[in-house]
């Protein structure tokens, strides 16, 4: 995993191919895409909650950051997730 | 079906990543939801494709489930948390309904596949899937130009028709896979298909080599390349791959097993995944399991959870118990589960076999045979016909076969 630092003020969009959603079935978020699905894990799930087209980096951070006031700083977690996703095509920068 | 999908198509050559994710996760001691819902909604097709997976005994379509009865199944395989649900047949286009099925288990939270031939849609038609719901469109293709295609498909304007609609289904937004079965009648087109599913823009392209099931099996001859002809074609994939440079679409190259030391993990496993419900109700772990000397249950009349979980069919060739050798004793059961049932059962006419796919089995001269037999066809191609074409021609309606001269 890259843990390369990403500009903050970049806004992470989910690719058209991908729906995100809740399912219960699983206990997990997961993407769906043609004919599969991604499994998210716990972490993977609130940051893509977050993804919404319109929030950038350090927004999606200091959201995380407020909602788990005890995890420590997590921009290390946000930029590790998104890198992947972003190199899985799941997500792109507008 | 008008192709065979990539829900069929769980060969070891990793069919996509998408089943990758989704089996690893569904394996477990207890039964796991029927991840996979294949909807074959009809068989009929305006096609003739020699390659069809669909049974050549074809039910009539009066025998079709309802609007009703088909929204019945979707909304109790998705309460088992069943996500992904493929529209096949035949052609699920002849299905007037198919927006109403869409809508209905889109809003269920379905991941909706329409897997069609492309013939009997319109832009008008695309447009109104997406406003039902419709997340993907997979369009089959039977060769790269009118020619080659029209003569596969056995109708005039086969190929015009789908370029045209896979055209407008990129247009309009949809993600779009591209299903091109690879067969002897158009593995030297290779190239030129992966030049045209560029053009196209298409997200993902099954370059598969048919499997032998239904229709298939009886043409096989016809069909199956020689390894030359694979190893060449699997040359030419990978040397365009390189030049893609991480652009374009994403190709997926699918060898036949027969070429194969060990048998693929049909289905990931009997009754682990997949659930298909035929256009008359029947429920199978696979689109081709019909074939096999077991009583499958139906919809009308048991509940999906009833089948999935208790019926006898369904829980027959479950976990490893009903294994012969040398499968019960192999090191690589867990990873292939014993092949494909129906391939041993069409083979050697025992359907608890090993699948004589794999080195070990004591059948495997018969796949030898089938190889050197496709060297030089003895028998003429029969195009699958559909069921109006069936009904004119009810003298044949054991067989359902009408020979063409080729």
């Known amino acids: 995993m890259s843990t390369a630092a990403v500009a903050s003020n970049k806004v992470p969009v989910l690719n058209a191919m991908f729906r995100f959603q809740w399912e219960k079935a699983q206990n997990c978020f997961v993407l769906l895409f043609p004919e599969g699905m991604v499994k998210l894990n716990g972490g993977a799930g609130e940051i893509m909650q977050l993804v919404d087209g319109k929030k950038n980096l350090q927004e999606i951070t200091d959201t995380l950051n407020e909602k788990f006031p005890d995890a420590g700083d997590l921009s290390a977690d946000v930029n590790d997730f998104i890198s992947t996703a972003i190199e899985k095509k799941w997500l792109y920068y507008e | 079906m008008n192709d065979?999908?990539?829900?069929?198509?769980?060969?070891?050559?990793?069919?996509?990543?998408?089943?990758?994710?989704?089996?690893?996760?569904?394996?477990?001691?207890?039964?796991?939801?029927?991840?996979?819902?294949?909807?074959?909604?009809?068989?009929?097709?305006?096609?003739?494709?020699?390659?069809?997976?669909?049974?050549?005994?074809?039910?009539?379509?009066?025998?079709?489930?309802?609007?009703?009865?088909?929204?019945?199944?979707?909304?109790?395989?998705?309460?088992?948390?069943?996500?992904?649900?493929?529209?096949?047949g035949g052609e699920p286009l002849l299905r007037k309904d198919l927006e109403v099925l869409v809508k209905h288990s889109r809003d269920l939270g379905f991941y909706t596949n329409l897997?069609?031939?492309?013939?009997?849609?319109?832009e008008k038609r695309i447009a109104k899937l997406k406003v039902a719901g419709l997340d993907h469109i997979q369009i089959s293709f039977q060769g790269a130009d009118p020619e080659v295609n029209d003569a596969i498909a056995g109708k005039g304007n086969a190929y015009k028709q789908k370029f045209k609609m896979a055209k407008s289904v990129k247009a309009q937004g949809y993600p779009m896979v591209?299903?091109?079965?690879?067969?002897?009648?158009?593995?030297?087109?290779?190239?030129?298909?992966?030049?045209?599913?560029?053009?196209?823009?298409?997200?993902?392209?099954?370059?598969?080599?048919?499997?032998?099931?239904?229709?298939?099996?009886?043409?096989?001859?016809?069909?199956?390349?020689?390894?030359?002809?694979?190893?060449?074609?699997?040359r030419i994939v990978n040397e365009f791959r390189e030049q893609q440079q991480g652009k374009g679409p994403h190709f997926i190259f699918v060898t036949p097993d027969y070429y194969e030391t060990r048998p693929k993990a049909c289905m990931n496993g009997w009754g682990t995944t997949f659930l298909t419900v035929t256009p008359d109700g029947s429920a199978l772990p696979c689109h081709s399991a019909k074939m096999l000397p077991l009583t499958f249950?139906?919809?009308?009349?048991?509940?999906?959870?009833?089948?999935?979980?208790?019926d006898f069919s369904f829980e027959y060739f479950r976990g490893d118990d009903w294994m012969p050798q040398p499968c019960k004793g192999c090191d690589e059961k867990e990873k292939d589960f014993g092949g494909c049932r129906c391939q041993a059962f069409m083979m050697t006419g025992d359907m608890h076999k090993t699948d004589p796919v794999c080195s070990k089995s004591e059948d495997h001269h018969l796949i030898q045979q089938a190889i050197e037999s496709a060297i030089k066809p003895s028998k003429a191609i029969v195009d699958r016909i559909n069921q109006s074409t069936a009904m004119k021609h009810a003298k044949n309606a054991e067989l359902n076969i009408v020979t063409v001269k080729v």
């Not at chain 2, 897997?115 to 319109?122: A, K």
């Not at chain 2, 009349?301 to 999935?308: G, Q």
């Open chain 2, 4 to 88: 065979q999908t990539a829900t069929s198509n769980s060969v070891g050559e990793t069919p996509d990543v998408s089943s990758n994710e989704m089996l690893t996760e569904s394996v477990s001691t207890v039964v796991g939801p029927p991840l996979w819902l294949l909807a074959e909604l009809t068989y009929d097709c305006p096609l003739h494709c020699p390659y069809c997976s669909n049974p050549t005994q074809l039910t009539e379509t009066k025998d079709e489930l309802t609007t009703e009865q088909w929204c019945q199944v979707f909304t109790e395989a998705r309460d088992m948390g069943a996500v992904q649900l493929g529209f096949s």
């Open chain 2, 115 to 122: 897997i069609t031939s492309g013939i009997g849609l319109t």
């Open chain 2, 178 to 234: 591209l299903n091109f079965v690879i067969s002897k009648q158009n593995i030297s087109q290779i190239a030129e298909v992966m030049r045209l599913s560029c053009e196209l823009e298409a997200d993902y392209v099954e370059l598969a080599t048919a499997q032998y099931y239904g229709w298939a099996y009886q043409n096989r001859d016809h069909l199956l390349p020689t390894q030359a002809e694979l190893v060449e074609a699997e």
């Open chain 2, 297 to 310: 249950p139906n919809v009308k009349e048991k509940s999906i959870a009833d089948i999935w979980q208790q």
